[in-house]
Every structure is written in C-alpha cells, then in structure tokens.
C-alpha cells in the first residue's frame, strides 16, 4: 500500500520570530540573548523567559550559519575530574548543558577520572577540534593550576580555583554555608552545638567550620571544637556514637554532610534519642538520594552545583561575546538552607 502524502511529516522547526512571540520580546533581543550578549542589554527576567521559550519549543540558533559567520565552531570543552557519573556532578553538566544548548553552543565532556596526565591530553583532544572555550570542573573545591592549554584561550574553572587568580572561577560559598547550617540551629533556639567536620584536607571542610565557628560566636554561643567525622554513614555514626553516648549531649548536630547525618540519625535511634524532639540534626550537600527519603526528613544546606555549572557556562558566552571586557573575578554563590523536619526548637 503506497504511503499517503504528508505522512510522518517532521514538524516545522520554530524559528527565532517563534521564540520572541512567546517570550513577548523583539527578535533582536532573542538574538542577544542566545548568542551570549543579553548580559547589560536585556533586562534579566526577559532573558530567563526567552531562553524558558527556546526550551519549550526546542530552539537553537542555526549553528551553521553562525559559525560561517564569526569562524567559530560553537563548541565549548569541558574537562572534569570524576564528576560525570556522580549525582552532584550531573547537576553541574546539566546546568552547564543547557545554558550553552540555549545559546546555540554544544558542549564537549572529557571526564578524566582523575588522572591527570588524561587532563593534558583531553585539552589537546578538544582543541585539535577547535573549541571556542574551555571548562574545568571539579568533583570537590581545591585549588587548580591553570593548565597551559587553558592560558591562551576563554577558560573558566568550577568548583575548583587557580592559586594565582590567572583565570576567573566559579565555586559555593562555603564559608557562608557554614554559617547557614549554624544559623539553622541558632535560630531554633539551640545553644549546645557540635560539628561533626569532614577531613580537614578537603577545602571545604575548613571554610565550613569558619562559618560554624563566626556563627556561634556571632550569636554569643559556646564554640566547641568540631570533631573529625569523615564523610560516610559509618564514620557519622561512630563520630555520634562519641557525642551524643554522655550526660552533657549537644542539643543540635551540624554534619559534614548528608551521608554523615544518616550516621547521625542511626546513632540517635541506638541510644533511644528521637528525632527532632531529643535532637535536631543539618546535613549539607542536599543530596537527592538521602535528604528527601530520610525520616524525618533531612533539613540540610544545599550545594549549588547547577548553578555552578551555568554560571561558569555564561561568564565564557559573555567573555565570547565581547573579548575586550575584563575577566570576571572569582565568584561564590550562595549555598540556601533547605529547611524540612530533622531540626525542631530544644526541649525546655
């Protein structure tokens, strides 16, 4: 039987008239935005909807026509170190993933699972196909070097920093969100307060407890030394074990992060303690496998990696898009309290 005519017919592809008529913009302006020049042009709200319109009808700038046009690739190189199969790091390609895809760039991952000879050769793969730009993302906040490939063309790093400031990064704020899980407790009334810390040779772990620390004392608290509890459940629950197993137990617990406050929380039930009324318990990371599915429910200090990933991803579009303009500082970006049922005001 011969196919009738029209059959299986692709839908129209939306143009960028059909990105402007939905955001209630001029095309002009869909053509800044998405081309990494809306930053100082075009208000912020309208750029958050023309790039919310070019998402719902699957829009992207004829990337033939305008790499013709600047001979450029419209490509961007990230290279991570173990970040691509973790769900923190999903988080942060994803933001990354998509603030290039609605500016009509693609993205080029190369994870090196950590070996950093892989890094090297993972720029030289990426520039052999000439990018415009480069990433380097990490799993956790260190300081980077700034790889050579990296000096001579646009590059940001994420989550990691150059000790020589030579290239603009992205990282959270950990000494704010340090502060923020104190606050969370502080303002709940709790004054009897312990940090069960990670290692003290993650960045990370030593900016959080100089927020806990500038937190209690802020609020006139005892400031007791934070105890070293690793990262994982077991190492939560053992760190608990030696806090909480004592006539003069703290109130409240601040975790290094959510997989220690399940250690936590294990710990609590073992020696009769119920949660939040006997203890109040903050995570931090706001991991999705354990935060959400903890009961209680965990409250805890959310990680911005999405963020992380989106912001690095617009400061190389805006550098693209006028070369001449002086390189960003590095940025933090904040780290918000995720407030749920694991922190409850002291008993009397």
């Not at 000879?117 to 990433?135: M, P």
Request: proline share 7%; charged share 20%.
């Amino acid at each position: 039987m011969g196919r009738r005519r029209g059959a299986g017919k692709q839908p129209a592809r939306a143009t960028s008239q059909d990105v402007a008529d939905r955001a209630g913009v001029s095309r002009s302006a869909v053509s800044l935005v998405l081309n990494g020049r809306g930053a100082g042009n075009i208000a912020e709200d309208k750029q958050a909807a023309i790039r919310r319109a070019a998402r719902e009808l699957n829009y992207s700038p004829n990337s033939v026509a305008l790499s013709l046009r600047n001979q450029r690739t419209r490509t961007i190189g990230l290279v991570t170190d173990e970040i691509a199969t973790s769900a923190f790091g999903g988080k942060l390609l994803r933001g990354a993933t998509d603030t290039a895809i609605a500016a009509g760039y693609l993205l080029l991952v190369i994870d090196t699972q950590g070996d950093v000879g892989q890094e090297e050769q993972a720029y030289e793969l990426l520039l052999d196909r000439r990018v415009d730009a480069l990433i380097f993302a990490a799993m956790s906040m260190h300081p980077h070097p700034a790889s050579p490939a990296m000096i001579n063309i646009a590059s940001v790093l994420a989550n990691c920093y150059e000790p020589d400031g030579r290239l603009p990064s992205v990282c959270a704020d950990e000494v704010e969100g340090g502060r923020t899980a104190a606050r969370i407790l502080l303002d709940q009334g709790h004054r009897d307060i312990r940090l069960l810390a990670g290692t003290t040779d993650v960045d990370a772990a030593r900016l959080r407890i100089d927020g806990y620390r500038t937190a209690l004392a802020e609020a006139g608290a005892p400031v007791p030394e934070p105890v070293t509890a690793g990262w994982t459940i077991e190492a939560g629950y053992a760190a608990a074990m030696q806090v909480l197993d004592r006539p003069d137990r703290p109130t409240g617990v601040l975790c290094a992060n959510d997989r220690c406050a399940v250690g936590v929380a294990l710990a609590a039930a073992q020696l009769g303690l119920s949660v939040p009324e006997d203890l109040s318990i903050v995570g931090y990371d706001d991991d999705e496998n354990i935060a959400p599915a903890m009961h209680p429910l965990l409250t805890t200090v959310q990680l911005p990696h999405r963020a992380i990933g989106e912001t690095a991803t617009r400061l190389l579009l805006d550098h693209l898009a006028d070369p001449a303009a002086p390189s960003a500082a590095p940025l933090l970006l904040p780290c918000p309290p995720v407030l749920r049922d694991s922190v409850a005001p002291p008993r009397p």
